[in-house]
């Protein structure tokens, strides 16, 4: 069974920074898209940064410049480097990826638990 497990989520002060962490276990065969989704109360969760198995990034406008999306391929973990942080990006940050693991029967989204980041002004 596949299950990604996250980390690294807290409060920290404007303008500082945090590096949220996802690792996938279990068994999986091919990996498509890697990234995190980051969601506040009253809003539809919003795509923050992906990165697919070729290596190509997409991001939301608002953190284009100041988060980073990277990868461990060998390791099945990426890893989201926010920088300049600002208290609008207060929200619960979920990693997700689109993978297929040895149960599945076709490529499907799995998401991690959710990591509370608080940005104070």
């Known amino acids: 069974q596949v299950r990604l497990v996250e980390s690294g989520g807290g409060l920290v002060q404007a303008g500082g920074s945090l590096r949220l962490s996802c690792a996938a276990s279990?068994?999986?065969?091919?990996?498509?898209?890697m990234g995190w989704y980051r969601q506040t109360p009253g809003k539809t969760r919003e795509l923050v940064a992906r990165?697919?198995?070729?290596?190509?990034?997409k991001y939301l406008d608002s953190v284009m410049g100041r988060f980073t999306i990277s990868r461990d391929s060998g390791k099945n973990t990426w890893y989201l480097q926010m920088n300049s942080l600002k208290p609008e990006d207060t929200a619960v940050y979920y990693c997700?990826?689109?993978?297929?693991?040895?149960?599945?029967?076709?490529?499907?989204?799995?998401w991690g638990q959710g990591t509370q980041v608080t940005v104070s002004s």
């Open positions: 279990g068994r999986i065969l091919s990996v498509t898209f």
């Open positions: 990165i697919s198995s070729s290596g190509s990034t």
């Open positions: 997700f990826s689109a993978l297929f693991g040895d149960t599945d029967i076709a490529t499907r989204d799995y």
